[in-house]
């Protein structure tokens, strides 16, 4: 399950982004980044407030700076772009059409994202494959093309079970959604609680089809580099 993550690191210089969205694969992440054995890196632990987050991720938010005793940098969307935004769509006119939830999307994510990542040389991410089809391709390390950068995803292969045993065997605090029925972690309008037996992603965007379910913060478009 575990992988060699300092290996991976050791050959890539320059500073290191690892982006946490809250989720419990975030955490683990996090975690089997800060205990890797590499060399101390310069490293930024970072998140992107689109300002719909739930109140819960706040208190959350805080409970992991303090848990693992780091920072989290939040990166925030352009108020002018959010005020076009929201005088166009409103509360809840991303869920209108694709393109409307792109366009909220790509202002309160994608454009962050951006900026979080300028200057890095590593994007640390907790995406796992088994997490929905648009996953289904990923690959431990890979270029990403976007960002010209090094993405590294040390929990790609990990099952829905293999991710519940880690989190336990080291106690790591999780969003307090999951008691509720959530499966995955994100703004108040797009997400909703699942029921027993749907998928993990299924209460992200529920109005879509599944093969749209991302916000554009990691597309994929070449590079790949298989290990
Ligand atoms: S997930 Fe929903 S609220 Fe959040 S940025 Fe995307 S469209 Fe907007």
Redesign the pocket.
């Known amino acids: 399950m575990e992988m060699d993550l300092p290996g991976i690191l050791e050959g890539i210089q320059g500073p290191v982004a690892l982006a946490f969205s809250y989720q419990a694969e975030d955490v683990a992440a996090l975690h089997l980044l800060l205990h890797s054995t590499a060399e101390p890196r310069d490293l930024e632990v970072f998140t992107l407030d ?1 300002l ?2 739930f109140p819960e991720t706040q208190g959350y938010h805080e409970a992991v700076e303090a848990f693992f005793q780091i920072p989290i940098k939040r990166y925030y ?1 352009d108020p002018d772009e959010v005020r076009q ?1 929201e005088e166009k ?1 409103g509360e809840w006119g ?2 209108g059409s694709l393109e ?10 994608v454009a962050p994202l951006k900026r979080a990542l300028a200057g890095k040389s590593v994007w640390v991410t907790g995406l796992r494959a088994a997490q929905s089809p648009t996953r289904s391709n990923l690959q431990i390390l890979e270029y990403d093309e976007s960002h010209k950068l090094m993405k590294i995803n040390p929990l790609v292969s990990w099952s829905e079970v293999e991710l519940a045993v880690y989190l336990h065997r080291y106690g790591l605090p999780l969003h307090p959604l999951y008691a509720q029925g959530f499966k995955s972690i ?6 909703r609680a699942v029921k027993e037996g749907e998928d993990i992603r299924a209460g ?2 529920w109005w879509e089809n599944p093969e749209h379910k991302e ?1 554009g913060l990691h597309l994929r478009k070449a590079g790949t580099i298989k290990t």
């Open positions: 689109t719909k987050l969307p935004v769509l991303m869920r409307d939830r792109h366009y909220c999307c790509n202002v309160r994510k994100g703004c108040a309008p797009c997400t992200r965007w916000c």
